[in-house]
Every structure is written in C-alpha cells, then in structure tokens.
C-alpha cells in the first residue's frame, strides 16, 4: 500500500480541453462531449477557473438562461475556487489537501506542473481511486496475515513436536551419559582388580624364582651332606646353619639335620630320600610356573580387551557428552525459532495495524465525500 499511496497524482490525472476567459460560453460549450465534462480557463496558462458541465447546463436551463448567458465570456461564467495540486504530490498529500480544504472547490482537481495545467481528476473518480486502493491493500494485507496465521501455526506445531522430541532425547541423553559414566567405574574398578591380579601373579613368579634358587642350593648342600656323611658333627652344624636360611621350606631338614646327629649312618638313606623330595618339588614347582605363565599370559589378553573396552567407552562416554551438548544445541535453536515466533508475531500486529490504519483512511474518505456532498448540496 506504501507503493500506491506513494504513487503521483499524475498517473491517475486525465488530459482537460483549456480555453481563454474571453472565449464565449456559446462556442466553449462546444467542446462538452461524453468523455469531457469540464474545461479548464487559463489566463497566461495558468489555471483560474472551471468550467462544469452540469452547473454550465443547469444554468443554460433556466428561464432566460439562453437568452443571457452563451454571448457572455466564460470568465464571467467560471467556477473560480480551484483546488490545485502539483502534479509530484502523492494520493496520500491530494487526500489531505482535500481534508483541509473549506469551500466548493467545483468536484473536481487540478493537477499542474510549473503552474500550468498537466491534467484533471473528478472528486469521484479520485475518491473511487482512494477507496480501490485501500481495499486492494486492505485485501492484500488480510490475505497476508492469512498466511501468516498459518506459518505461524504450523511453525507453532513443529515447535511442539521439536521441544516433545528434543525432551525425549535430552531424557535418553541424560541416561545414557549415566549409564555409561557407572560402566565407566565399573570398567575402573575391573582394571584395576586386572592390574592387581597380574601384580600378584608377579609375586608369585618372583616366589617360584625364589623357590627354584632355594631348591637349587639345597640340591648342593645334599651333595656336601653326602661327602662328609663321616663327619657328623661338621654335618649337623652345616645342616642347621642350611635348614635356618632355608626358612619355612627347610623345616623338615632340620628334622633330618638332628637325626644326622644321632645316626649318621643313615645320612645316605636320608639325603636320598631329600633328594627325591627336592626334584619333586621342583618338578611340582615348574609346572606350577608353567601354569602361572598360562595365566599370566590370559590375564595380560584379558588387560588388553579391558583397555580396548575402555576404549570403547571413552569414546561411547564422548558421543554421549557431544549428544548431550547436541540437545543443548537444539534447546538453543527451538529458543531462536521461539524468537522467530514472536518477531512473526509482532510482524501480524504491525499488519493488523496496517488494516487498521486502512480502515481508518476508509472512513476518513467517506468523511470528506459526505463533507463534499453536503457543501455541494448548500
């Protein structure tokens, strides 16, 4: 509406005949058709009066009207009061010229260019124009804000759906991140019982170690037991000397250490049956390394798929923290599209003002043609 009420009153004006005020109405009336209804008196070129069909006829009509008036000059039969505009004046600037004008203005306007007669529109016609204009626009804006309504509406219901589905993930997003954090300590809490048990395990391996060395040594004391089984009391003194740093394990040479003492004659039945004891052990031993070298090798496979696995969570642990950081994403973006609602929203209000304003110059036309009538009625 801005556009055509910004318009210039030009492009709506029509082409008017123009005659001198000399001329005599009997030859200017000559120039009345069905298209012409009024005919503009220049003095100089410049507009100063009309003459309007209907009031020159009228007056032509009465009694002695033909006898008095078609041999006066048209300056004596004029309508003087003009109402004049430039013809760069918007439709809007005519309407307010209009509004304040007082008079009778003759129904008709005059649009010039450099004080000089560019064209005329009749009061109806322009009205007629002005009320066009403002349905047109009023219709438009309507038709608008229509569409609007229903932007608005569908966007209003994506929104719904959007903040449901962004709620139910945000749930889900919260739930997982804590599912996954206690998988976390629980992953944690397991390396670090692996870790423990391949540190015990090591202990053991060291134990064993000891253990072979231990077994070891007792095999050379066994061998020096044998070759000074004459010298008893030399044996019984290496013997507990040996079974003290044996410890635990050379408990029960210590037994054999005190019958040395006693018997020494069965030292060689005695270190026989040690020696046998001894390769037992350390047979039994091996294979208890054997087997913890099994173990020890299937816990260090385990510690490799816990660390995969913690992998694996540390990366599902991010995805779940970046969803999460999504949901807040689309928390961010459903408040911008909130925004947007009322930005369209206000954009309805200034429309509906718009229509409003429409309403008003409707009535402000009325107003004037009302005024009009009543001053051409007096």
Known sequence: MVDLLSASIKNYGRKCPEIHGEIKLEKAIQLYDDNTDCIVVIEERKPVGLLIKERIYAQLSTLYGPFLYPNKS???????????????????????????????FGEHIVITANERVAGIISLDNFFDLMTEIQKEESNKQMGSISNKVKDVTELAEIITRITSVANMHETKSMFAKEVTCNGQHVLNEVVKRVHLINQISDDHMNHISRLESQMKKIFEL???????????????????????????????????????????????????????????????????????????????????????????????????????????????????VDEEV???????????????????RLFFIEEIKNRQFRDFSA
Do not use: P
């Open 222 to 336: 066994l061998n020096g037991i044998h070759r000074i089984s004459k010298q008893t009391n030399l044996l019984s003194l290496n013997a507990t000397i040996e079974a003290s740093r044996a410890g635990k394990e050379g408990a029960g040479f210590q037994v054999v250490a005190n019958e040395v003492r006693c018997l020494s004659e069965e030292v060689d039945a005695a270190v026989s049956q040690i020696t046998d004891y001894v390769t037992t052990s350390l047979a039994e031993t091996n294979q208890t390394r054997e087997t913890l070298e099994k173990s020890r090798k299937d816990f260090m496979e385990s510690t490799a798929l816990v660390k995969e696995m913690e992998s694996h969570f540390l990366n599902l642990f991010r995805l779940t923290e970046e969803m999460s950081s999504g949901m807040v994403d689309i928390s961010e973006n459903i408040r911008h």
């Open 74 to 104: 048209v300056s004596k039969m004029m309508h003087t009061a003009l109402l004049m505009v430039n013809e760069n004046d918007t439709m809007l600037d005519v309407m307010q010229k209009i509004h304040r004008y007082q008079g009778d």
């Open 342 to 360: 009322e930005r369209v929203a206000e954009g309805m209000n200034m429309m509906a003002g718009d229509v409003n304003n429409n309403l008003k």
